[in-house]
């Protein structure tokens, strides 16, 4: 009997063919970013006012005509949601009178500053509907909801690859449709499947690279793929900034995808799933190719040695809460994502709100990520996985609860506040994805990590939400943010430390003949070695 780590060292932990797998996968990072903060450009906020017709004729300029059919603010700027109540009186008597009554705006609005349509111009976003984009956004995240229930067992089923590639094509077709929307009802539609699939994604991606890559390499290759979303959102900034008709961004942010076809043909399957599900010798096939491409022979009589002792069922949402180790386990990661979902899109999905200018603020968040994500490289190996997403969580934390302490006479202290606390949580995300991946047993990973997508999921339709509390009072947004972060901190402390170990295949944990004297407890091995009892998992035999 072999373990499939001593099969994965033997082909190469992080060789060719794994390096070539983490740049396919780099590629569709890059482009999510465009369906998940492009909004934000295509709803920006612009001068309007009542659109009013009922003085024209009167040979009036549209100063004039304005100044009779609009209100002014106290500090002369003209009223955007309210105009003057028509009347039937004559020119004269309205001059002389004056307008007192108002009422809402009748016959739309006009947008005097825009010369290329907008979503939020051409749906009329603004006023009384002004909400429908924070709205829209939660229901965008609400596919990733969906997508995280549907496509995490999916993936458990049939493997990674074909679960990647429906999604790919989900994405792309969705996302050019979206462009085409001929009502703000339909645009949420589409944009609602395009989130169901990115979901899929993200979970696909994650367990794919982690099977494939030797645990000493894990965190550089999750990291790596995640560094592309970075260079994403940076690439977003031009984007949006060279393109401001929404349907032409829409489809310029969404047809990439389809070139990704050729990934029928190149992108490899998980070895170590079709073990778990009894296809021995396909398994076979492609660790040969995996050896081939990294220049290493396999022995025969090593992979001949990779049979399953029994048949592995694949597992479910309840054998995750069946033993009391996986059930902690799942709870605090459940809260983690939770924490770093709410806290990242809270802060991403408001770039316009800290005072500078929008497309240098999004291209700085994302310049940012790309070192903060690298340093995760060397931290989780140095640290450990435990350590890490606590430090991620509690810093992100600490910083949100400081912004609003800051006067907003001080846009760039805010700003830099802010890009420190969506560092801190794109950080934190990184790490957990990497520790995710590691503790939860390959027959249920995609299962724990689809659950866990689902409750960053909940937090994504949450966090465009959140800051219309800002109503009730302007520092509950962030400080919500901040107590949610460090709540997911502390709890980091309860978590096992999975640096450097195999990834376990069963839920059934096999004790080990290489400690003194140990005992099986509702499944979860205590080892006693030196008078201490510690925890321990132990790899599935093939």
């Known amino acids: 009997m072999v373990e499939f780590g001593d099969i994965l ?24 970013p465009f369906h998940i903060f492009g909004q934000q450009f295509i709803v920006m906020d612009v001068l309007h006012y009542c659109k009013t017709n009922w003085l024209h004729g009167l040979n009036l300029t549209q100063e004039q005509e304005l100044n009779l059919t609009i209100p002014k603010k106290p500090d002369g700027s003209l009223e955007e949601c309210r105009m003057y109540t028509p009347v039937q009186e004559d020119l004269e008597s309205i001059l002389k009178y004056g307008l007192n009554a108002t009422e809402k705006c009748q016959s739309g609005w006009v947008y005097p500053e825009t010369s290329k349509p907008t979503l939020l111009t051409e749906f009329n976003l603004v006023c009384d509907q002004k909400d429908l984009h924070d709205i829209s956004q939660s229901i965008f995240m609400a596919g990733l909801l969906v ?129 778990t599900k009894g296809k021995i010798e396909e398994a076979k096939q492609l660790l040969r190719k995996a050896a081939s491409i990294n220049k290493r022979t396999v022995p025969e009589e090593l992979l ?24 902690r386990t799942t709870l605090i990661m459940i809260w983690v994502w939770f924490a770093d979902s709410l806290v990242y899109y809270g802060v991403s999905l408001h770039v316009g709100d800290f005072g500078l200018d929008i497309y240098m603020t999004q291209l700085i968040f994302g310049a940012v990520e790309i070192p903060a994500r690298f340093s995760c490289v060397f931290l989780l190996q140095w640290l450990g996985r435990k350590k890490c997403q606590a430090a991620w969580l509690l810093l992100g934390g600490i910083v949100c609860l400081f912004i609003p302490v800051v006067p907003k006479d001080f846009p760039v202290i805010v700003t830099i506040l802010a890009v420190i606390g969506k560092s801190s949580l794109a950080a934190s995300f990184s790490t957990s994805y990497v520790f995710s ?73 096999k004790s080990t003949s290489s400690v003194r004297s140990n005992k099986v407890v509702n499944g979860w091995t205590e080892q006693k070695e030196d008078g201490q009892i510690t925890e321990s998992t132990k790899s599935t035999y093939f």
């Open 304 to 327: 001949n040695q990779m049979a399953p002792e029994e048949k592995v069922k694949s597992g479910s949402v309840l054998d995750l809460f069946k033993m009391p180790h996986l059930r």
């Open 9 to 32: 060292k033997a082909v190469g932990e992080f060789g060719r063919f794994q390096k070539w797998l983490v740049l396919l996968i780099c590629i569709p990072n890059f482009l999510t």
């Open 437 to 509: 991946s590691e503790v939860f047993p390959t027959v249920v990973r995609q299962t724990g990590l689809g659950l866990c997508s689902m409750a960053a999921r909940v937090a994504g339709i949450l966090s465009p939400l959140v800051g219309l509390l800002d109503k009730i009072h302007p520092a509950i947004p962030m400080s919500l943010l901040g107590a949610t972060a460090l709540i997911g901190g502390v709890l980091c402390f309860f978590l096992p430390e999975t640096r450097d170990k195999d990834l376990q295949d069963d839920t059934n944990v």
């Open 147 to 275: 997508g995280a229930l549907v496509f995490g067992p999916l993936s458990d089923r049939i493997g990674s690859r074909w679960s990647i590639l429906l999604q790919l094509l989900l994405m792309g077709c969705f996302g050019v449709g979206s462009g085409f929307a001929p009502t703000f009802a339909v645009y949420i539609i589409l944009r609602f499947v395009v989130g169901a699939a990115f979901a899929g994604i993200s979970i696909s991606m994650a367990a794919l690279t982690s099977e494939w890559v030797g645990a000493a390499y894990r965190p550089l290759a999750q990291v790596t793929t995640h560094c592309s979303n970075a260079l994403g959102q940076m690439a977003l900034a031009g984007l949006a900034y060279s393109i401001h008709d929404w349907r032409k961004y829409q489809v310029a942010g969404s047809a990439p995808v389809f070139v990704l076809f050729f990934y029928i043909w190149v992108l490899p399957n998980s070895a170590r799933w079709l073990v």
